[in-house]
């Protein structure tokens, strides 16, 4: 038997959306909107990448030694990784700066991580490593909004824009459109042996959830503050932020299933 939690996420437009395939031509970041079945969706990964860098941004401002400009050794557990397989040279300052873990997290440690094992990281904790799968399912979001009520519309390069007229075009969703979907949390899974909220029993090479066992964090805080303040505090989906795109407003609802 599997027990799990169900939230409604309703995420409504702030401002217009592009829709595309996965890279955007002019800034070569992913978009966040797209087409399937002749309906528009913002797919389960791009909520899953907003929902993984705010978790990040929270550990991050919550544990990081600002005044030594470390991450405290007692607290280690507790930092996020970033989940590429190879880093920018951005990135790899963030690293050096201890900001995040310089490995991905992984499941098992092969000999190639050397004598110490690896950790699990409380964002891949939630929403899966290479090698183990997180405790949340995220949705593809659905809209109202059929793929032929879209207005085309052009950006203009220079200020970054949408513009009247002209070539280039792109299909744009209208601002204030509603997608909806239902996040799943399994919080038992007896088969498997997981229980949210504690490490979980990793047979092979592994330092596990280790942050679990700091004792500073519980179920309840965990769904709270790491799920639903984080997933609430989304304003931002895809890679056209600094462009006047992706604005948006998200509310979650649990939803309760009567007893029967
Ligand atoms: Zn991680
Ligand atoms: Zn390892």
Redesign the pocket.
Known sequence: MIEEEKYEIVVKTKEPFRVGGTKDPLSGAENPVTVVGGRVVIPGPSLKGALRAEVERYLVEMYYDKANEGWPAEKRPLQ??I?APSLSPDEKELVKKQRY?GD??HYPCKQKCGNEDHM??P??YLLG?QGLNGFLRVPFLYSEVSAGELYSTRIDRAKGVVAESANRRFQVVPDSSVFKGVLTIVKNDFVRGLEFGKPRVLRERTAGDRWLELGEWNTKQIIDKLVLERLKNIKLLGGFKSKGFGGVEITVTRITVPQG
């Open positions: 996020p990784c989940p873990r991905a997290c699990i990281c964002a891949c490593a």
